[in-house]
């Protein structure tokens, strides 16, 4: 078997372990550690940003490291920083407690991840590539499904605190220790190609890039085309909606008088259908292209803005995590994804590195933006409908965001230096 795929389901397990620093998992504790502390949706709220805040600064200098390096080092150190922090949420007493630790285990969770993740299945696979991110962020929505279904009865039974020391310990076993065994940096440097390809395959065999005809973009390059200030546009307005959303609509749907046990399905609802549309997603895209994929799913956010505005019961609230759920699938492999197709895979973790310093201005506003409205007007509608914006001025972002084209192509194949 092509070791890339050891890479792949190595990223599952990594993926699915750092949920608790994701919105939906972390939805489930802003009521009750709210309600304990005496702290404000906003304060909350504020931890999360910072956090994401955190991950978009350091995740520049974490691409040149992984595209220099490797992810193994980055990944492993990441599990076992988030897992600190996650003992440390368990023992804290004070509210800046709670913004250090659940800041640095989110950026951590962002940076050394989402992006270790992303740039090892990108260096492993060319053809393949749609299937392959298919996989691990197949992980990222499984873990949002499921952590919160495992820490409801550690919470209900023993309290918040007892759920993060629980969460620590999945954090090594499924984060460090996978990470450690089986991370790679590039086939070529095990003699090997993308995609377990022989050196004879090129785009004549499928109609698809491979690795022999795969173009490389320096971040030089890349930042002097309009589609790489489109893209990071794109990206910012798909992370801002939906952290937006997805760290708030457990309250959201609380304040409106849903019961705790109904609300808390409405992450795992959210996580399963999103987990379950990645794979489609993943082979639909290497069809269709990332372009196409992101327009799609930047209207299906407007939909789902639309329903958890106006959902009154708990039918209409699954409904949102429905369509929601689709959209934040699509969301993420095709983000995985775009960078690469654009600019190749090369620098890919530089590129989006850099990116994410500007992606930062807007899209760690959501969580915050949310979290103020709600204390301000009461309710969630204002923010929702903002944030329902914001996901339309992507779409229009990537109407005007076609892939770019080097004046001079460079084809030639990668010689380890």
């Not at 995740?59 to 897992?83: K, N, Q």
């Not at 004549?204 to 790489?228: I, K, N, Y």
Request: proline share 5%; aromatic share 12%; no cysteine.
């Amino acid at each position: 078997m092509f070791y890339g795929w050891a890479i792949v389901w190595s990223g599952l397990a990594v993926s699915v372990a750092q949920a608790p620093m994701y919105g939906p998992v972390v939805s489930i504790f802003v009521k009750p550690i709210g309600d304990e502390m005496g702290w404000s949706r906003f304060s909350i709220a504020f931890a999360f940003t910072l956090g994401s805040i955190v991950g978009m600064i350091v995740s520049a200098p974490v691409g040149i490291i992984l595209d220099r390096y490797g992810a193994r080092a980055v990944v492993t150190a990441s599990g076992m920083i988030i897992a600190g922090a996650l003992i440390g949420l368990a023992v804290m007493t004070e509210q800046w407690h709670f913004w250090v630790l659940l800041g640095t285990g989110r950026g951590v969770a962002m940076s050394g991840i989402q992006m270790g993740t992303m740039v090892s299945v990108t260096n492993w696979f060319v053809r393949r590539r749609g299937r392959a991110s298919a996989v691990p962020s197949f992980g990222v929505r499984a873990g949002q499904a499921i952590v919160p279904l495992m820490i409801l009865p550690i919470i209900v039974g023993y309290g918040w605190r007892q759920a993060f020391w629980a969460l620590a310990v999945v954090a090594v076993l499924f984060i460090a220790v996978p990470a450690y065994v089986y991370l790679r940096r590039r086939p070529e440097d095990h003699g090997l190609l993308p995609d377990g390809d022989g050196p004879s395959r090129d785009v004549q065999d499928t109609g698809h890039p491979s690795s022999a005809t795969e173009v490389r973009w320096s971040l030089r390059e890349a930042m002097h085309v309009r589609a790489f200030w489109l893209l990071t546009l794109v990206t910012a307005t798909g992370m801002f909606g939906q952290t937006a959303a997805n760290l708030h609509a457990v309250a959201n749907f609380q304040d409106r008088g849903m019961t705790d046990a109904l609300a808390f399905t409405i992450p795992a609802v959210f996580a399963g259908v999103s987990a379950v549309s990645t794979f489609p997603w993943g082979f639909a895209i290497e069809r269709i292209g990332g372009r196409v994929a992101m327009l799609i799913i930047a209207v299906m956010n407007v939909l789902g803005m639309v329903a958890i505005i106006t959902a009154d019961n708990y039918l209409m609230a699954v409904m949102y995590a429905a369509i929601a759920g689709v959209a934040g699938g699509g969301f993420l492999v095709a983000q995985r994804l775009i960078w690469a197709d654009y600019f190749g895979r090369y620098s890919v973790g530089t590129i989006r590195g850099i990116s994410s310093l500007f992606i930062g201005v807007l899209g760690t506003l959501g969580p915050l933006m949310a979290g103020w409205l709600r204390d301000t007007t009461g309710n969630y509608t204002l923010a929702f409908t903002i944030t329902a914006g914001v996901f339309a001025v992507g779409f229009v972002a990537m109407l005007f965001a076609p892939a770019p084209k080097k004046p001079v192509p460079s084809v030639l194949p990668y010689t380890g230096s």
